[in-house]
């Protein structure tokens, strides 16, 4: 499968607390781009980082790119309840995305 | 800009009926993009448009599922005959290839209940 594959499945903190989700994929990628979907709603791009990029911030959020061992990490900083969404890695190669499972974040008040 | 516009927003059918979805791409956005997504399967790319072509419908399930884009504003989906196991979100996404930017934009997407 070209997908990426997410890991942990769901993840439950404090809030205040940070959060990391790893992505891991198999074929080649131009970037790789991270997704929040809110329940029931659309998904909203959160950050893209390129092929030759090792790291990337905005904001709270940092993500991280490691080309040799097909991996990426989202780390989200001082977690807030409004974080609690789903997030998604997406590999792009030639336009298309290919999303992978997607990791449950639950921020706890 | 109000974003990607998906219509209808819920829709609930009986097996065998036709359904179609639309979309109305960000204006100026060269590539639309149709997804489905299920808690079994996930997102799904079903098809893609580049300048009201389709380029690549191979994630599309079966024969029973069709889409068009006529024109730059528009795009359908349609599911017909309709079966239980179509029942799911589908969104509609679009990007612009100029300038640096690569991210898709996403509609609130359809629910689609088949009964």
């Known amino acids: 499968s070209q997908q990426g594959e997410e890991d942990p499945q769901a993840l439950s903190i404090q809030e205040g607390e940070n959060a990391t989700m790893n992505c891991s994929y198999k074929?080649?990628?131009?970037?790789l781009q991270w997704y929040r979907q809110n329940s029931g709603r659309g998904l909203v791009h959160l950050i893209l980082?390129?092929?030759?990029?090792r790291e990337k911030h905005s904001g709270r959020l940092r993500v991280t790119l490691d080309t040799s061992k097909k991996s990426s990490s989202l780390l989200i900083t001082a977690s807030r309840a409004a974080d609690t969404a789903s997030y998604f890695c997406a590999l792009d190669s030639s336009y298309k995305l290919i999303f992978g499972s997607g990791t449950r974040l639950l921020v706890r008040p | 800009d109000a974003g990607v516009i998906q219509s209808p927003r819920h829709e609930v059918t009986e097996m065998g009926q036709e359904v179609t979805l639309r979309c109305k791409p960000i204006s100026g956005h060269d590539y639309l993009f149709w997804y489905r997504q299920t808690m079994m399967r996930g997102l799904e790319l079903l098809i893609y448009f580049n300048n009201n072509v389709p380029i690549d419908d191979s994630g599309m399930p079966e024969d029973r599922f069709s889409a068009k884009m006529p024109n730059a504003s528009f795009s359908t989906l349609k599911i017909q005959p309709s079966e239980p196991r179509d029942s799911a979100v589908y969104f509609c996404?679009?990007?612009?290839?100029?300038?640096?930017?690569?991210?898709?934009?996403f509609g609130p997407g359809t629910r689609l209940t088949v009964l």
């Open positions: 980082i390129r092929s030759n990029e």
């Open positions: 074929t080649s990628i131009n970037n």
């Open positions: 996404a679009s990007r612009s290839t100029s300038g640096s930017r690569s991210e898709q934009f």
